[in-house]
């Protein structure tokens, strides 16, 4: 383990000291998450559409508003900032997907985990994606991930998934073609296992490209 790991660690291990307080109820705690999400929201100028908006423009978000969609079902915000090349992820389908992310804790407002430093400049982490009749699941590969590595688990947040739904997972064959690319606002209960048992929310910035 690298020295940047580490710094991580104890980074995360900081991170989780301040966001978990035993005095808090579980309602407090969902009522603070509520307002790190709403904080970001207001001071980032984010534009939040109605899914019917959403749908009503062919699934896409205006960047020029900063327009996130809220996905009722899950409580993700997505922004589509480039849909993709190639094809989505068929029905009955099972592929590897590779993904470069930045993970902030929105409680901290910090950076929390990532694989676009240069240490890690080598590893894109790695996942396999199941397509269930339009219902996703996956898993990060051990070793070729560092999600799965600075988390301890191989269980991919669902928070990354939703966006599978309205994007393509290719890869680029040609200068004026672009692998897809969001910003997801993950919730706790979309979140890994440490956001799920602190009640915190993360912002994801994460690239889809498929695998070989």
Known sequence: MNKITYVFMAFFAMILAVACDDTETYAEQKDRERAAIQEYIRDSSVTVISEEQFFAQDTTTNLERNEYVLLNRSGVYM???????????????????????????????????TNEVMSFAHMVDKMNVTNTSGSFSASFLSGQSVMASFYN????????????????????????????????????????????????????????????
């Open 79 to 113: 922004q589509i900032i480039r849909k993709g090349c190639g094809e989505r992820i068929k029905p009955g389908e099972t592929t590897t997907v590779l993904c470069r992310f930045k993970e902030w804790n929105l409680l901290t407002d910090s950076l929390q985990c």
């Open 153 to 212: 688990s191989t269980s991919v947040p669902s928070g990354w998934l939703a966006p599978l739904s309205y994007i393509k997972v290719g890869r680029q064959s040609s200068p004026d073609e672009e692998i897809a690319k969001v910003k997801i606002i993950v919730p706790h209960t979309q979140g890994h296992q440490y956001a799920s048992s602190g009640v915190y929310p993360c912002l994801y910035e994460l690239t889809y490209e498929r695998g070989r």
